[in-house]
Structure formats: structure tokens, C-alpha cells
């Protein structure tokens, strides 16, 4: 039988006080079938999305077996694949061992080590890492292993994605072989099913909805666009008309993109209102930037992929995809960001005809079709770009060409009959109007002894 309350799981009166203070009366469904599992011991893999409580699902059991600090070495490893979302874990632990004295620690790059360093050697009971950092820290002697009892991988396929697999085989190498391990991953790809069969024991499986499905609270709309120049158009109207947009994150494929929105919605609103997040923002700009986004300081973040896993915010009512992601499993985790504990949320989609087969894919990936939307009338459609049509046009061939090897392309045979000529042209400067044809055999060329 389900637990109906978080009482049900017989946590201890610090822990449950933790949960009713943060807001918390009735565990979801990820929270009701892997808790009972993780504190009988047994190892789990969860496939569950974004938003649907699995850090407190695997948070809370591991603070009911620590109970309160001890020793000075780590009981409980979790690996993280980016410094956003190790920070939301540590975050959520704080939160839920408010009333206890365990201690636990963040390690990331992007950061000197030192403090870090010195933090682990005053004792520490969980540490939340990426997986780069901890190996760092460890290979210089600072982390004693021998004493973990609990490794958590979290976000799995994320990790994989991007390309996480050896530091992950190194840490498993420096961890005790008897230990309980859990995994949680949004999807079930091979390479986690690989993962899995190496790091897991006759693991209990939970999964709380159908892999790569959206959250049924996030309403989907899909806008069909020529050019970048209309996407900003349809952006703009789309804030004017959007009375009910209360906390926005827009999604942007590169970090040039992001920044041409961010100077947009700056030039609209001003920086008070607007924050940015991508790879070559600082760390203390990043953390700062979520910051504020997340206590209300402003409305609207715009941020590339690198955050799409590590922003947990509990009240988004949109998200705006202003590029259709590449990686297509990107989109569920984008929007993921809106509809969070169980609240309604938007997600729109601007796609441009190169996208369309990306939006082909995705469509396939969450069994969904996107509802399109009518563009607005009060948005002006510009003509597109020369240069940026070419783009469009060799790339539409390339998504092509990945289907069918042999299809040669019309940007193909328009550049091979462009080649002709122009080969042509030159051929016909270079000879003179009165040369006559040589004809084969002869001995006279142009009038001149051999």
C-alpha cells in the first residue's frame, strides 16, 4: 500500500518536522515507491522526469540512516553531472536535515579548491559532487573513501551525455564494494542500461511515468517561424499580449544566441529584470544569476542547455524554447522546468524550417504531437536573410543526408551547377575570342615551330 503521509515511512520527528516546515504534506509518486526500498537497503534505479520530488525520494531515507554526524570521513556519495543541480542537492539536504548536525559539503569546478579542501578536513558526512571535482580532490589525497556506505548517480543520462563514463568507472573503483548505490535518470537510454548492469545489485526498478514523456501539468504550443529576426518579433508580442507569464525561462541553442535575447530583452526591459546563464558567464555570475531568479529579483532568465538540469524552481509558469534543442531529449528536460510540483505551466516552442525535423524527432521521443499556434497577427513576419536562408537550405540537406546517405540535396545540385558555371566563365577569359581548336595529331600550334 501506498504511503498516504510522510508519516507512513516512519521517519524520526527531525526529519518529519524538516519535511512540514519546507512545505511538504503528501509524497508524490516517485517519493511512495522508492523510499520504502532505499531504507530496507536495497539498491534502486528510478526513471523519473524533472520536478517530480526525486531528490527528496532518495534525500530523505539517506538522513533517516545517517541520523547525525559521525566520524570524520563521508557515510554518502552523490554525483551530480553539473554544478547547478549539485548545488540544488545540497541545497535540498540542508533543507531536510535542518534539525540535525550532519554535515555535507559541495564540491564543483569553476572554483579554487582550497576552501573546499578545508571544509572536507573538518569532518563531513554527505558530499555532493560533480564528477570531475571529487576525482580532483581525491587524487591529492583530501577524501577518504573506505567509509561511504551509499553512492547516488543522479541524472544518469545526463551524465553520459556528456561524456562522464570513465570519471564514473574511476569513482566506482574507489568506493567500497559493499555500499548501497542508487540511480536516477529522466530517461533509460543504453548507455545507462549499461551503466546500470555494471553498478547495480538485483536492483528494485521504479519508473513513475513512461521515459521522455512531458509532465501533464505543461500545456505545449508550437509557433512555426521563418528567421531569427521574426523569432524576436513573435518574442516581443508574446511578452506584451502574455499577461499571466510571471517567471519566464527562455531557451537558446549557443551562448551567441543567448546573449543576442539577453541584449534584447535588456533593451526592453532593463538589467534589473533580465539575467542571462551560459558557459562563459563566471561561477559566481551563474550562481548569482539563479539567485535572483529564483528569489523573485527578476522575471525573465534566459540560459543555454547548461542549466536546463540545474534550475529548480518550483513556480516557472513558462518556458519559451527560442531554438529547438539538437539533443532531443533536451526538450522534456527544458520543460521540465515549468509544471513543477504539480503546478500548470507553458511551454512554447519557436521552430524555424531547419528545425522541423528536430521537432519531428522530439514528437517521436515523448509520443505527443505539438499543437502549432497560428503566429499573431501584430507580429511583423521579416523577409529572411540571404546568408541566413543558405544556412537553413545545407542544413535541411545535411538532416537529410543523415536519413538517406545517397540524397545529393537541392543546395548540393544548385552549388555543383553554380561550380559549372563559373568554371565555365573562366575557362571562356582565359581564351583568346580568335583561338582556333587544336585539332589532335597536328604538329602547329598558334602558328609557332616546333
Not at 235 to 261: P, S, W
Not at 288 to 310: M, P, Q, Y
Amino acid at each position: 500500500m501506498a504511503a498516504a503521509t510522510f508519516e507512513d515511512f516512519k521517519f524520526n520527528k527531525q526529519i518529519l518536522s524538516a519535511v512540514a516546515d519546507a512545505g511538504y504534506t503528501t509524497p508524490t509518486p516517485i517519493q511512495q515507491k522508492a523510499i520504502p526500498p532505499i531504507l530496507n537497503g536495497q539498491d534502486v534505479m528510478g526513471i523519473a522526469q524533472t520536478g517530480t520530488g526525486k531528490t527528496a525520494a532518495y534525500v530523505l531515507p539517506l538522513l533517516m540512516k545517517l541520523k547525525y554526524a559521525q566520524g570524520e570521513n563521508p557515510r554518502a556519495l552523490i554525483v551530480s553531472p553539473t554544478r547547478e543541480l549539485a548545488m540544488q542537492i545540497e541545497e535540498n539536504i540542508k533543507t531536510f536535515a535542518v534539525n540535525t548536525d550532519l554535515r555535507v559539503i559541495v564540491l564543483y569546478g569553476g572554483l579554487g579548491p582550497k576552501t573546499q579542501i578545508e571544509q572536507i578536513s573538518k569532518g563531513i558526512d554527505i558530499i555532493v559532487a560533480t564528477p570531475g571535482r571529487f576525482l580532483d580532490i581525491y587524487l591529492a589525497g583530501h577524501i577518504v573513501t573506505k567509509t561511504i556506505t551509499t553512492l547516488v548517480l543522479d541524472e544518469a543520462d545526463k551524465m553520459m551525455d556528456m561524456g562522464f563514463m570513465p570519471q564514473i568507472n574511476r569513482i566506482l573503483e574507489i568506493v567500497p564494494v559493499k555500499r548501497q548505490n542508487l540511480l536516477f535518470s529522466a530517461t533509460m537510454s543504453e548507455k545507462v542500461h549499461s551503466l546500470a548492469g555494471n553498478f547495480l545489485e538485483f536492483p528494485t526498478v521504479i519508473e513513475v511515468t513512461p521515459q521522455a514523456t512531458t509532465a501533464e501539468t505543461v500545456t505545449q504550443q508550437l509557433y512555426h517561424v521563418p528567421n531569427v529576426k521574426t523569432k524576436i518579433n513573435l518574442l516581443k508580442t508574446l511578452l506584451d499580449q502574455e499577461g499571466e507569464i510571471k517567471k519566464l525561462i527562455i531557451f537558446c541553442k549557443t551562448r551567441t544566441a543567448a546573449e543576442d535575447v539577453y541584449k534584447f530583452l535588456t533593451r526592453k526591459y532593463g538589467e534589473a529584470e533580465v539575467k542571462v546563464l551560459h558557459a562563459n558567464k563566471g561561477q559566481n555570475t551563474r550562481i548569482n544569476s539563479i539567485n535572483s531568479f529564483k528569489n523573485d529579483e527578476v522575471k525573465i532568465l534566459v540560459a543555454t542547455d547548461v542549466a536546463s538540469r540545474g534550475i529548480d524552481v518550483s513556480d516557472v509558469s513558462h518556458v519559451i524554447n527560442f531554438d529547438v534543442p539538437v539533443v532531443i531529449e533536451d526538450y522534456v528536460h527544458r520543460i521540465g522546468r515549468t509544471g513543477r510540483a504539480y503546478n500548470s505551466g507553458v511551454a512554447i516552442t519557436f521552430c524555424a524550417p531547419s528545425e522541423e525535423y528536430y521537432i519531428g524527432k522530439i514528437q517521436k521521443l515523448i509520443r505527443q504531437t505539438i499543437p502549432v499556434c497560428a503566429i499573431p497577427e501584430a507580429v511583423f513576419i521579416e523577409e529572411t536573410p540571404y546568408q541566413e536562408r543558405q544556412d537553413q537550405n545545407r542544413e535541411i540537406d545535411l538532416q537529410k543526408r543523415k536519413e538517406n546517405p545517397d540524397f545529393k540535396g537541392a543546395f548540393h545540385e544548385k552549388k555543383s551547377l553554380a561550380q559549372k558555371k563559373k568554371f565555365a566563365a573562366e575557362r571562356a577569359k582565359r581564351t583568346p575570342s580568335n583561338a582556333k581548336p587544336f585539332k589532335h595529331g597536328s604538329n602547329k600550334r598558334s602558328g609557332r615551330k616546333r
